[in-house]
């Protein structure tokens, strides 16, 4: 747009054609630069479809996906455990999630006062940041232990203690987002419901919330791919015993999840090994997933947009 | 109605007790509880109370302040005391004793005394605190709204009670482990021994590095995007490519390097550069461009009008007055590139003490494998039970909590301080 045009009227040539093409190449520097992330989405897919291939067709697509079995000893690679596993601890991480991250978000949005919020929101900024190391350690000293004793448990390496973990652990991700979206409700929204004798709950409840349900949705689905990506923290606490827990709905048994597999068993597997490209094959399920749930917070984000009007 | 009512707030009270303790014995997990006569007649006086102020609801009333008792308000306040009494008559007959432990459903867990009471005792606290301030208020909206914003505060003081209980138990653990020692010199005996010297050393190497690769990449990206692109098919691909690359979780950059950069540099500093590097990308890209979007554009057509070219505008214009923004974006990247174990595990890092090999004093070699506070700290914690590392790891884990927790802070002051003072 603003591009100037005086450029092509100029009279002198030569340094204008030096300034010219010294433009040109910066942009196409700046172009590079830009189409880089499309070139490691690409890369990032084609090699892990490039590495898992094999065991995609030695296995079978179906089996690989499907089998009951994960028992790398004897070469059986069924993720059916690993899936069933990654729900369990995904939805009960996402339970403990919600239920406390969205009522901190109404709170640092409609409840502080000026004071109290200038300290909160740095500090679960900051908390966002702690990394996840940490927290795996903070799970296998305090939360194992404490689970272990409390419901004599023969370890305390469990599905609970995996959701209980990651739950709290991206409760600052959550609150984040969630209070962005709540502040973004115009004002007058909430001063007409207050206007019509509403209590300030009814407000929030009917006014509030639905005005910003598309950033809370789209940060919640958002959180589900950061739950479900999670590792190291998962790896330490959830026990990564991949089988399927009996009776399925048993939270207290061991499990893995994708992350924890990939993680704890890749630093043994040979390179290029029937174990490896099974690893791979489980990466590639997740980067799938989690690819799907980015895509799909986008649409539901412009979905739900579309329903109650931009503002 | 502006008299206060007696009744349900004693009710109140005596609820905040049973819930603080009950709290406390859950967490504990003591075998004895020698607050379970209280507990019993805490219960029994909350249900005495509570039926009586619904008795005496409408006792004052005329046709406006009168409550009627609609199912929806009836059935869960019998529903509620019926379960206090039946806690009440439970542990009064010798049903939930000291030695109690049963399984249920054949889950792989024990449910003992000391996790039960305790539960229950939790449970009903809530609810005569739900019926308590219902009946307070007669069952009015304003109730309804006192009722969900004590909770919505408790929610916050509960994560506020967590997050700090982490902070500083690390601190308080850790800080004994910290000496001079502990920072200068290189662990040996598995960690038993020695110091960090040689993780702290790699981990800054490969942030550096990682910084180096996704500054400018991530800057340029974020410039194209906003400054250059006409093309907005070109612009909504790269968006979508930059969401999904913010979402690839970390353990699939450590699959992506093993597979793509390990075969060809090896285990080294360099691999695991371009790993956090590219996984840094989007976090720079999308700072970047937040910030590059609040330059007023009155800016950009002045700068136009004086005949400076697109990139003179853009260097001596756009990038100054977006600098806080973006500056704040890459020390985010850099606390982040910190604190990540999974991308380099396989591509970078060894756990055997080797100091990073500096050509001419300055220059790190980058084809050797580097030691990290992250991957350290792991291993530590793999040696938990076996060896003798448990101080040590507690250090480690406030070393590397405190060096991402304060170049986070720095972000945050960054950028607050330029949100002041910037008016455009």
Same mark, same amino acid.
């Given at each position: 747009m603003?591009?100037?045009?005086?450029?092509m009227?100029a009279p002198?040539k030569?340094?204008l054609?030096?300034?010219?093409?010294?433009?040109?190449?910066?942009e196409? %520097?700046?172009?590079?630069?830009?189409?880089t992330?499309?070139l490691?989405?690409?890369?990032i897919?084609?090699?892990?479809?490039?590495?898992?291939?094999?065991?995609?067709?030695?296995?079978g697509?179906?089996?690989?996906?499907?089998?009951?079995?994960?028992?790398?000893?004897?070469?059986i690679?069924?993720?059916?455990p690993?899936i069933?596993?990654?729900t369990m601890?995904?939805?009960l991480?996402?339970i403990?999630?919600?239920?406390?991250?969205?009522?901190?978000?109404?709170?640092?949005?409609?409840?502080a006062?000026?004071?109290?919020?200038?300290?909160?929101? $740095?500090?679960?900024?900051l908390?966002?940041g702690? $990394?996840?190391?940490?927290?795996?350690?903070?799970?296998?000293?305090?939360? !194992?232990?404490y689970?272990?004793?409390?419901f004599?448990?023969?370890?305390?390496?469990s599905i609970?203690?995996?959701?209980?973990?990651?739950g709290?652990?991206?409760?600052p991700?959550?609150?984040?987002?969630c209070?962005?979206?709540?502040?973004? !409700? $115009?004002?007058e929204?909430k001063e007409?419901?207050?206007?019509?004798?509403?209590?300030?709950?009814?407000?929030?409840?009917?006014?509030?919330? $639905?005005?910003? %349900?598309s950033?809370?949705?789209?940060?919640?689905?958002?959180?589900v791919?950061?739950?479900?990506?999670e590792?190291m923290?998962?790896?330490?606490v959830?026990?990564?015993?991949?089988?399927?827990?009996s009776?399925?709905?048993?939270?207290?048994?061991?499990?893995a999840?994708?992350t924890?597999?990939i993680?704890g068993e890749?630093?043994? !597997?040979?390179?290029g090994?029937?174990?490896?490209?099974?690893?791979?094959?489980v990466?590639?399920?997740?980067?799938?997933?989690?690819?799907?749930?980015?895509i %799909?917070?986008?649409?539901?984000?412009?979905a739900i947009?579309k329903?109650?009007?931009e503002? | 109605?502006k008299?206060?009512?007696?009744?349900?707030?004693?009710?109140?009270?005596?609820?905040?007790?049973?819930?603080?303790?009950?709290l *406390?014995?859950?967490?504990?997990?003591?075998?004895?509880?020698?607050l379970?006569?209280?507990?019993?007649?805490?219960l029994?006086?909350?249900?005495? #109370?509570?039926?009586?102020?619904?008795?005496?609801?409408?006792?004052?009333? +005329?046709d406006r302040?009168r409550v009627?008792?609609t199912?929806?308000?009836?059935l869960?306040?019998?529903a509620?005391l019926?379960y206090?009494l039946?806690?009440?008559?439970?542990?009064?007959?010798?049903r939930i004793?000291? +030695?109690l432990?049963?399984?249920?459903l054949?889950?792989s867990?024990?449910?003992?005394?000391?996790?039960?009471?305790?539960?229950?005792?939790?449970?009903?606290?809530?609810?005569?605190i739900? +019926?308590?301030?219902?009946? #307070? *208020?007669g *069952?009015?909206?304003?109730?309804?709204?006192?009722?969900?914003?004590?909770?919505?505060?408790?929610s916050?003081?509960?994560?506020?009670l967590?997050?700090?209980g982490?902070?500083s138990i690390?601190l308080?653990?850790?800080?004994?482990a910290?000496?001079?020692?502990?920072?200068?010199?290189p662990?040996?005996?598995?960690?038993?021994?020695g110091?960090i010297?040689?993780c702290?050393?790699?981990?800054?190497?490969l942030?550096m590095?990682?910084?180096?690769?996704?500054?400018p990449l991530?800057?340029?990206?974020?410039?194209y995007?906003?400054?250059?692109?006409?093309?907005? @098919?070109?612009k909504?691909?790269?968006?979508?490519?930059? @969401?999904?690359l913010?979402g690839?979780?970390?353990?699939?950059?450590?699959l992506?390097?093993?597979?793509?950069?390990?075969?060809?540099?090896?285990?080294?500093?360099?691999?695991?550069?371009?790993?956090?590097?590219?996984?840094?990308?989007?976090t720079?890209?999308l700072?970047?461009?937040?910030?590059?979007?609040?330059?007023?554009n009155?800016?950009r057509?002045?700068?136009?009008?004086?005949?400076?070219?697109?990139?003179?505008?853009?260097w001596?214009?756009?990038?100054?007055?977006?600098?806080?923004?973006? #500056?704040?974006?890459?020390?985010?990247?850099?606390a982040?590139?910190?604190?990540?174990?999974?991308p380099?595990?396989w591509?970078?890092?060894?756990?055997s003490?080797?100091?990073?090999?500096m050509?001419?004093?300055?220059?790190? +070699?980058v084809?050797?494998?580097?030691?990290? #506070?992250?991957?350290?700290?792991?291993?530590?914690?793999?040696?938990?039970g076996?060896?003798?590392?448990?101080?040590?790891?507690?250090?480690?884990?406030l070393?590397?909590?405190?060096?991402?927790?304060?170049?986070?802070?720095?972000a945050i002051l960054?950028?607050?301080? *330029?949100?002041?003072?910037?008016?455009?």
């Amino acid at each position: 747009m603003y591009q100037s045009k005086i450029l092509m009227a100029a009279p002198k040539k030569s340094p204008l054609l030096n300034r010219r093409i010294r433009e040109q190449i910066i942009e196409s %520097s700046f172009f590079f630069a830009a189409i880089t992330s499309i070139l490691v989405m690409v890369l990032i897919f084609y090699f892990l479809i490039h590495e898992s291939f094999s065991a995609f067709m030695e296995v079978g697509i179906f089996n690989l996906l499907f089998g009951q079995k994960w028992h790398s000893a004897g070469n059986i690679f069924g993720m059916a455990p690993i899936i069933v596993g990654s729900t369990m601890v995904t939805l009960l991480a996402l339970i403990i999630n919600i239920f406390v991250g969205v009522p901190l978000a109404i709170y640092l949005s409609e409840l502080a006062g000026p004071r109290i919020r200038s300290v909160l929101k $740095p500090a679960i900024e900051l908390l966002a940041g702690v $990394p996840s190391i940490v927290y795996g350690f903070l799970g296998v000293l305090i939360l !194992v232990v404490y689970l272990e004793k409390s419901f004599d448990m023969l370890t305390g390496r469990s599905i609970l203690a995996g959701s209980i973990l990651l739950g709290i652990m991206f409760i600052p991700a959550l609150t984040t987002i969630c209070e962005d979206a709540l502040r973004a !409700v $115009p004002k007058e929204f909430k001063e007409g419901s207050l206007a019509l004798g509403a209590t300030r709950w009814q407000t929030v409840r009917r006014v509030t919330l $639905p005005a910003a %349900s598309s950033g809370i949705i789209s940060a919640v689905v958002l959180n589900v791919g950061n739950i479900i990506g999670e590792t190291m923290a998962a790896l330490l606490v959830v026990g990564n015993v991949a089988r399927l827990p009996s009776p399925i709905f048993d939270v207290f048994d061991q499990s893995a999840i994708f992350t924890s597999v990939i993680a704890g068993e890749m630093g043994e !597997v040979p390179h290029g090994s029937m174990h490896y490209h099974a690893l791979f094959a489980v990466g590639f399920v997740l980067l799938v997933i989690v690819t799907v749930l980015n895509i %799909s917070a986008d649409f539901v984000r412009a979905a739900i947009k579309k329903k109650f009007g931009e503002y | 109605m502006k008299k206060i009512k007696p009744v349900p707030l004693a009710s109140i009270v005596v609820a905040l007790f049973l819930l603080i303790s009950s709290l *406390y014995y859950l967490l504990i997990q003591s075998e004895e509880i020698p607050l379970v006569p209280f507990w019993m007649g805490g219960l029994l006086v909350c249900t005495v #109370l509570i039926s009586a102020s619904a008795l005496a609801l409408n006792r004052n009333a +005329d046709d406006r302040t009168r409550v009627v008792w609609t199912r929806g308000r009836f059935l869960p306040l019998a529903a509620d005391l019926v379960y206090f009494l039946a806690v009440f008559l439970l542990v009064f007959s010798g049903r939930i004793r000291p +030695d109690l432990e049963f399984e249920f459903l054949g889950l792989s867990a024990v449910f003992t005394y000391d996790l039960v009471l305790p539960f229950l005792v939790l449970l009903a606290s809530f609810l005569v605190i739900k +019926d308590s301030i219902n009946l #307070l *208020y007669g *069952y009015s909206t304003r109730g309804r709204e006192v009722l969900v914003f004590s909770m919505v505060r408790l929610s916050a003081v509960f994560t506020l009670l967590l997050l700090g209980g982490i902070i500083s138990i690390i601190l308080y653990k850790g800080i004994g482990a910290i000496s001079w020692e502990f920072l200068t010199q290189p662990h040996f005996r598995l960690g038993q021994e020695g110091g960090i010297s040689t993780c702290i050393e790699g981990s800054f190497w490969l942030v550096m590095g990682a910084m180096l690769i996704s500054a400018p990449l991530g800057v340029g990206a974020a410039i194209y995007l906003n400054e250059y692109s006409k093309r907005t @098919g070109l612009k909504r691909i790269v968006t979508i490519a930059v @969401g999904c690359l913010n979402g690839v979780p970390s353990v699939v950059y450590g699959l992506f390097g093993l597979a793509f950069l390990v075969a060809t540099f090896g285990i080294s500093l360099l691999s695991g550069s371009i790993i956090l590097g590219l996984m840094n990308l989007p976090t720079i890209i999308l700072t970047s461009q937040e910030a590059l979007k609040s330059v007023p554009n009155s800016l950009r057509e002045g700068s136009v009008a004086l005949g400076a070219t697109k990139w003179q505008t853009v260097w001596k214009v756009v990038i100054p007055s977006a600098l806080p923004g973006v #500056l704040t974006g890459m020390i985010i990247g850099v606390a982040r590139a910190a604190g990540e174990t999974a991308p380099i595990m396989w591509t970078a890092v060894t756990f055997s003490a080797t100091p990073v090999h500096m050509f001419y004093g300055v220059i790190p +070699d980058v084809t050797q494998p580097v030691n990290n #506070l992250c991957y350290h700290l792991l291993n530590l914690i793999y040696f938990l039970g076996a060896w003798d590392v448990e101080t040590k790891a507690w250090g480690t884990a406030l070393v590397l909590l405190a060096l991402v927790l304060i170049i986070n802070m720095v972000a945050i002051l960054v950028r607050n301080h *330029y949100r002041k003072k910037i008016s455009w």
